[in-house]
């Protein structure tokens, strides 16, 4: 007889999730090296550059360097949150 909790996969979606946050993990650490460099080269810019049209797009990165920003960070809270919830099952 097997004994699984009523859990008819056993193990599996277990180790679904597990992949899936070492995924998310890994993603948003190697999406958040790049944008930092990014956000970092386009701070020196605006130093560097006064420039009407080089502050505009220096504008546009700034604003989507922050949404992709928020999306790593929303990410892992929905990660965080998944687990939480999947622990509680």
Do not use: W, Y
């Not at 605006?46 to 990165?61: P, T």
């Amino acid at each position: 007889m097997n004994h699984n909790n009523g859990n008819v996969f056993g193990p599996i979606p277990q180790r679904i999730n597990n992949q899936r946050g070492q995924f998310v993990s890994g993603l948003a650490n190697k999406v958040n090296s790049p944008l930092s460099n990014i956000q970092l080269a386009n701070e020196m810019m605006d130093v560097i550059n006064e420039d009407g049209d080089m502050k505009l797009f220096s504008d546009i990165i700034k604003r989507n360097c922050r949404r992709i920003n928020q999306l790593i960070i929303d990410s892992r809270m929905d990660e965080m949150s998944f687990e939480f919830t999947d622990k509680l099952a």
